[in-house]
């Protein structure tokens, strides 16, 4: 059975900094691997989804890197906003069954 | 990009009573929806998958006959919580899926009082 795990569970941070993310996976065999975005009391939005025969992905200030051999993923932000603070949640996709795993999330705060 | 809705995005209820929550996909056809559930500062927890035109899949502990899910359509799918209790109240997200991505929801904010 897959297991997602995400370190830190909470992070706070000045604004400027950049940040990394780190989501670990148990089961290598997954389809792709998608990270989001939730606000308080809000959905999820997606921010970027690797395939499992990419090893990175790029939007804006963000970047997600995925090594399946080794079971991790990181989300990259660079200069780091108060607007970014929410919950970032990443979901390994199970190969063939298309279900994804969610890890608990990591709690951003950007303080100015 | 592909949107989910769904409604409502928040709803009170009385104990004993049941509540139907739609989720659609308003601009392409979903052959399969997933239900979460998400309790306060949790990950989300696959409730249910459901193609369109079959029964339902629920996880294990899931009570499907608290838990009704239709999938009549290849745009909406519904979950209806029977003799709601205050323990069922929670955060429930749905999401569309056409292939390997999904596309989800806004969540519907359920309070059972």
């Known amino acids: 059975k897959q297991e997602v795990t995400q370190i830190p569970a909470a992070l706070s941070v000045p604004e400027g900094e950049n940040l990394v993310l780190n989501c670990s996976f148990t089961d290598s065999a997954i389809y792709n691997l998608q990270w989001f975005r939730q606000d308080p009391g809000k959905g999820l939005t997606s921010l970027l989804l690797?395939?499992?025969?990419?090893r990175e992905q790029t939007s804006g200030r963000l970047n997600a890197s995925l090594d399946k051999s080794s079971g991790r993923s990181t989300l990259y932000i660079a200069a780091s906003q108060p607007g970014d603070s929410a919950t970032y949640l990443c979901a390994a996709v199970s190969g063939g069954s298309y279900i994804p795993t969610f890890g608990r999330g990591t709690s951003l705060i950007v303080h100015p | 990009g592909a949107v989910v809705s769904q409604h409502p995005s928040w709803v009170i209820c009385k104990s004993g009573t049941s509540v139907k929550i739609e989720c659609r996909s308003l601009d392409f056809q979903a052959t399969t929806m997933f239900w979460y559930r998400q309790f306060p500062k949790q990950s989300l927890m696959l409730m249910a998958t459901s193609n369109e035109g079959s029964k339902a899949t629920y996880e294990q502990g899931v009570e499907k006959d608290k838990f009704l899910i239709n999938h009549a359509s290849l745009t909406l799918s519904t979950l209806t919580v029977t003799s709601a209790h205050p323990e069922d109240s929670s955060f429930y997200i749905c999401?569309?899926?056409?292939?390997?991505?999904?596309?989800f929801g806004p969540g519907t904010r359920l309070t059972v009082t």
């Open positions: 999401s569309a899926s056409s292939g390997a991505e999904q596309y």
């Open positions: 690797i395939q499992s025969s990419q």
